[in-house]
T-cell receptor, first 111, second 115 residues
Framework: DAKTTQPNSMESNEEEPVHLPCNHS???????IHWYRQLPSQGPEYVIH???SNVNNRMASLAIAEDRKSSTLILHRATLRDAAVYYCILASRGSQGNLIFGKGTKLSVKP | SAVISQKPSRDICQRGTSLTIQCQVDSQVTMMFWYRQQPGQSLTLIATANQGSEATYESGFVIDKFPISRPNLTFSTLTVSNMSPEDSSIYLCSTALGQGSYGYTFGSGTRLTVV
């Protein structure tokens, strides 16, 4: 599975939107872009995933660049509960399902 | 979607002993995955466990150290054997969220401290 690059940390103010970037310049045609987050003292939690088109769900939105070499996870209104490490992961549809985690972005949310 | 119950949530163990971690899924699943998260680090895959076959281990992990059982489609165990302080980590299990989903769910983790 291809590698992703994320900023080590980001800060946000509560109730403001947050844009978490991810670069994946070596993405292949069969790679899905997954986002997970890990709150303190918990296991990772699925946030969203996509292939080519932008995706929305109740937790977040995923904006995928036209060339698919980058993506952005958008939290529309950050809350204190959104403070976590966010992981951007590429997973091929043909893979056995295991995820290769990078270091992720640690998001801090200020009241 | 599948929900995993993992236990114990934490343990403190003496070096040289073994600890078995259990993961129970509330539905039948084909594959289960075991990860390790060392202090301040990201997750690293240990092995993939299919029911009815031997687990497949990633480079750097061996069956003698991390034996895995998968007796049925809802349960798996990971044993950390002959522990040393370097084994102090969080251990997590994972499986697919549901049929047709490409998302994965995780247990809450087992925080192991070896003294």
């Amino acid at each position: 599975d291809a590698k992703t690059t994320q900023p080590n940390s980001m800060e946000s103010n509560e109730e403001e939107p947050v844009h978490l970037p991810c670069n994946h310049s070596t993405i292949s045609g069969t790679d899905y872009i997954h986002w997970y987050r890990q709150l303190p003292s918990q296991g990772p939690e699925y946030v969203i995933h996509g292939l080519t088109s932008n995706v929305n769900n109740r937790m977040a939105s995923l904006a995928i660049a036209e060339d698919r070499k980058s993506s952005t996870l958008i939290l529309h209104r950050a809350t204190l509960r959104d403070a976590a490490v966010y992981y951007c992961i590429l997973a091929s549809r043909g893979s056995q399902g295991n995820l290769i985690f990078g270091k992720g972005t640690k998001l801090s949310v200020k009241p | 979607s599948a929900v995993i119950s993992q236990k114990p949530s934490r343990d403190i163990c003496q070096r040289g002993t073994s600890l078995t971690i259990q993961c129970q899924v509330d539905s039948q699943v084909t594959m289960m995955f075991w990860y390790r998260q060392q202090p301040g680090q990201s997750l690293t895959l240990i092995a993939t466990a299919n029911q009815g076959s031997e687990a497949t281990y990633e480079s750097g992990f061996v069956i003698d150290k991390f034996p895995i059982s998968r007796p049925n489609l809802t349960f798996s165990t990971l044993t950390v054997s002959n522990m040393s302080p370097e084994d102090s980590s969080i251990y997590l299990c994972s499986t697919a969220l549901g049929q047709g989903s490409y998302g994965y769910t995780f247990g809450s983790g087992t925080r192991l401290t070896v003294v």
